[in-house]
Nanobody
């Protein structure tokens, strides 16, 4: 199992950018696809972005496509989320997660078995 710790959240004005990082520990990090999810107050957790084991394939929620970029560095055991053109609607706690299997492409919470504690992103208008 992999342990995950997110960082990089904070307060930013609308139109600004943030880069989230997720540091992993555990020898099997490179085996699993990774994802970013977010949860806004009073809302369910939702998929944001995902990447395959090597990082070659990436996929996004429609709401962030063209603004967010997911990447990973297996040598550093880390996954990143570059967020540009932020809007107040992006305000949420952001979580990174490792998939339960080696198949990439899922957007379902249940398909991800290891989660970080989350990092708060607040976008002011």
């Amino acid at each position: 199992q992999v342990q995950l710790v997110e960082s990089g959240g904070g307060l930013v004005q609308a139109g600004g950018s943030l880069r989230l990082s997720c540091a992993a520990s555990g020898r099997t990090f490179s085996v699993y696809p990774m994802g970013w999810f977010r949860q806004a107050p009073g809302k369910e957790r939702e998929f944001v972005a995902g990447t395959s084991r090597t990082g070659y394939y990436t996929y996004y929620a429609d709401s962030v496509k063209g603004r967010f970029t997911i990447s990973r560095d297996n040598a550093k055991m880390a996954v990143y989320l570059q967020m540009n053109s932020l809007s107040p609607e992006d305000t949420a706690v952001y979580f990174c997660a490792a998939a339960r299997s080696t198949e990439w492409g899922s957007r379902e919470i249940g398909d991800f078995g290891s989660w970080g504690q989350g990092t708060q992103v607040t976008v002011s208008s």
